[in-house]
């Protein structure tokens, strides 16, 4: 009988832990309503959440060294390094435990930056305006979890007052979504953006004339204190998360030397890919072939982007997977049959292992 216990139980968690996908453990999606955010704020935002191991690790040595900078990564200006390595360094705790509860949150933002065409990798800038709470208010009066003030607010139709719609994420996502795009249309550059974002184009503008430079890193000093260091803890909170950088921690100089001398044949490929890459945590029995070939990426490109995938996810940690913004819909649609696919692909080669 007792044997009979231990092997019910082992079954029990074999089909727990291989067979059900993660996503039916999952919150609700960005197409549910405002209540069922306020839930997952009240359930899962929680500071205290267990510890896992740090999915970020082997990206560290990108902010340590610039020998380590090869032509496919994205190096942290010299202006920044310093400010980046102590900010990370200070927030590795927080930020790790963000990537579990915050997970439902930057699901969504990826949705609706996606829909506008601008980078997705901006959620970040959420994360340093409110550490992703709706009910974060500041000092000056902005509202939410993207901190929108009420002029801004009234402008793009949202209600403040008693009903605050900066409050709800889908609307106040979209209205910032609006706001980042419309201020890069004006600077076309994103570190400007973020500078205007967070003290208003008329000091960004006077910054510009004073020091005969539209360059981020020439302007800095004559922005506030609060402005600069604003840009580079956005600068640090992305290169944490993704592990690299993005066009969105350039200046407009940067992004055309960039692309200029990018470079080539497969390299360019994972280049132009790792420049707008999202991020999925994922956990489980998921394989790098069968999620490479359904989302129809080079499999060399996509071990570049996600190095050693199924050797972290059989230890059975969670895995940070890189793959590109307009590849995400597709993969968060396909992520059951990819994850049968690569179930049914374990259990073929074990089999096969057992009848050699």
């Known amino acids: 009988m007792v044997l009979l216990n ?101 699901d969504l933002y990826d949705h609706i930056l996606n829909s506008y065409g601008i980078p997705v990798q901006l959620k970040y800038l959420s994360v340093i305006e409110s550490s992703l709470s709706s009910t974060a208010i500041s000092w000056a009066g902005a509202v939410g979890p993207w901190q929108i003030m009420n002029d801004a607010a009234r402008q793009y139709g949202l209600r403040t007052g008693n009903y605050d719609d900066r409050l709800d994420y889908i609307k106040s996502t979209n209205v910032a979504a609006k706001i980042l795009k419309g201020l890069y249309a004006d600077y076309k550059d994103w570190l400007l953006v973020i500078a205007a974002y967070n003290c208003g184009e008329a000091n960004v503008n006077r910054a510009i004339a004073k020091a005969h430079s539209a360059n981020f890193w020439d302007i800095q000093y004559y922005l506030p204190e609060e402005t600069r260091n604003h840009v580079k803890k956005f600068i640090a909170t992305h290169y944490y998360f993704e592990g690299n950088g993005s066009v969105a921690t350039m200046t407009a100089d940067e992004a055309k030397n960039f692309l200029t001398n990018k470079p080539s044949n497969k390299s360019d490929s994972y280049s132009a890919l790792a420049a707008n890459a999202v991020t999925v945590n994922i956990y489980g029995k998921y394989n790098s072939v069968v999620i490479a070939n359904t989302l129809m990426i080079d499999i060399g490109t996509f071990n570049q982007l996600n190095p050693n995938l199924d050797n972290t996810l059989a230890k059975g940690e969670i895995y940070p997977l890189h793959i590109p913004a307009d590849k995400a819909d597709l993969f968060q649609a396909k992520k059951n049959e990819i994850l049968k696919q690569s179930v049914e692909l374990f259990l073929n080669s074990a089999n096969s292992s057992t009848n050699k």
């Open 6 to 106: 231990i092997y019910l139980q082992l079954v029990l968690f074999i089909f727990v832990f291989l067979i059900i996908p993660p996503s039916s453990y999952s919150l609700p999606n960005y197409q549910q309503t405002f209540n069922d955010t306020d839930h997952i704020d009240t359930s899962i935002k929680s500071k205290t959440s267990s510890p896992f191991i740090d999915s970020s690790k082997f990206f560290i040595s990108l902010l340590a060294s610039d020998k380590n900078q090869n032509s496919t990564s994205f190096s942290v200006n010299p202006e920044a390094k310093s400010f980046v390595d102590d900010y990370i360094r200070s927030h590795t705790s927080y930020f790790n435990n963000m990537k579990i509860w915050g997970k439902p949150y930057f």
